[in-house]
Structure formats: structure tokens, C-alpha cells
């Protein structure tokens, strides 16, 4: 089974404060994608990384930057916590882009963070 | 603007009846749709996909329905069990890469 892990379940930072979120996916997964979760929006698209050390910006991107400098490892950093960043992240990888299981995602449990 | 929209926040059923959860969409460019279940504290979980070019996908209790001229799809679960209680989210691919999610559906199942 593919396994997600989100090295941070819980988190509470306060307002300015730098923030890393890690994601370690155990598949040799190409894909990995950083969401957020707010009730009302559903799960909105960060950041994705198709392979080391490539990123593209997602619907969302501002105020976030990240990191994929291994294939196992994407790496969500917040430059300067703010409150409206208080939220749950979801991490999740994917084999590859194509085919027509190509829409499938394997998530991770989530962290969920709160700014002060 | 919410490419994908899942009109209902929440949904209550009887057990042993039919649970329907609808998601409308309006790309033209979508490929494929899926529905993903998440429990709470748990990351979301693939559940069923279709194409679009197909009208229909059945996976044991669930079937996914396609109306492309409406931009309209469905989840239904037959029969509903109060293990089925969850966050449902519609989600639609672009481009053969991007997922565009819905805002999820809860679903709760009364025994």
C-alpha cells in the first residue's frame, strides 16, 4: 500500500513565524501535490511538483513556496504565517500524469494549522 | 470561480436506502471524474472514477453517472451503510494532470 506520511499532525505557530510542513510518500511516486482543506472551498491546489526539484504553482500559491529536492520528499514552506493560513494541509502523490488512473491521489492524514 | 460545485453540504440517509450526491461542473475540457471519501482526521481516499466519455461506472455499491449535456454527475450508493458516513468530494481532471475538487458533501448515514 502506498503510505503518505505528514510529519506534523497538529501545529500552532504564531503570526510571522516561518513554517515547514513535510511529506514523505514510500511509492517512488513522480507526482506530489500540496492542497489546503477549508470548509465551503473543498481542497484547493498549492503547489505540485511533477519531479526533483521541478514545481509549479497550483490555484492558490501565494504566500506558500516549496521544495522537492528528493523524490520521496515535497516540502511545504510558509515564508511568514499569517491567520488566513490557518487551515488543513493535505499532502498527496501520484505514479504519474497519464493514463486513467492518472486522477487518482494517495493522501496523507493531513496537518492541520493554526496561525495565532 | 468554482469550476466544480457540489451544491448540497450535506446529505442524511436511512440505512439500507440509496445515498445520491451530485456535483455539477462547467469545463467542457474535463477527462475524468472521481469521487474521493474522507473520514475525519484521515487524508481523502479515491473511490470510484469514470470518463468522460462513458455515462456510467459501477464498483460493488457505488455507481458514478455521467450526463455530459447537463455537466452534471452523481454518486450513488446502493444500499447506504452508517460505515459510508463521510465527506464526499467530487473531483474533475484538466489537461490530463490538475485536479479541480468540489467542496464536499457530508454524508450521514442513520442506522
Known amino acids: 500500500d502506498v503510505k503518505v506520511t505528514q510529519s506534523s499532525r497538529y501545529l500552532v505557530k504564531r503570526t510571522g513565524e516561518k513554517v515547514f510542513l513535510e511529506c514523505v510518500q514510500d511509492m517512488d511516486h513522480e507526482n506530489m501535490f500540496w492542497y489546503r482543506q477549508d470548509p465551503g472551498l473543498g481542497l484547493r491546489l498549492i503547489y505540485f511538483?511533477?519531479?526533483?526539484?521541478?514545481?509549479e504553482k497550483g490555484d492558490i500559491p501565494e504566500g506558500y513556496s516549496v521544495s522537492r529536492e528528493k523524490k520521496e520528499r515535497f516540502s511545504l514552506i510558509l515564508e511568514s504565517a499569517s491567520t488566513n493560513q490557518t487551515s488543513m494541509y493535505l499532502c498527496?502523490?501520484?505514479?504519474?500524469?497519464?493514463?486513467?488512473?492518472?486522477?487518482?491521489?494517495?493522501f496523507g492524514e493531513g496537518s492541520r494549522l493554526t496561525v495565532l | 470561480d468554482q469550476q466544480v460545485k457540489q451544491n448540497s453540504p450535506s446529505l442524511s440517509v436511512q440505512e439500507g436506502r440509496i445515498s445520491i450526491l451530485n456535483c455539477d461542473y462547467t469545463?467542457?475540457?474535463?477527462?475524468?471524474f472521481l469521487w474521493y471519501k474522507k473520514y475525519p482526521a484521515e487524508g481523502p481516499t479515491f473511490l470510484i472514477s469514470i470518463s468522460s466519455i462513458k455515462d456510467k461506472n459501477e464498483d460493488g455499491r457505488f455507481t458514478v453517472f455521467l450526463n455530459k449535456s447537463a455537466k452534471h454527475l452523481s454518486l450513488h450508493i446502493v444500499p447506504s451503510q452508517p460505515g459510508d458516513s463521510a465527506v464526499y468530494f467530487c473531483?474533475?481532471?484538466?489537461?490530463?494532470?490538475?485536479?479541480?475538487f468540489g467542496a464536499g458533501t457530508i454524508l450521514r448515514v442513520k442506522s
Open positions: 473531483a474533475a481532471r484538466l489537461y490530463g494532470n490538475k485536479l479541480v
Open positions: 469545463n467542457s475540457m474535463f477527462d475524468y
Open positions: 498527496a502523490s501520484r505514479l504519474t500524469s497519464g493514463g486513467s488512473r492518472a486522477g487518482e491521489l494517495f
Open positions: 511538483s511533477y519531479d526533483v526539484k521541478m514545481k
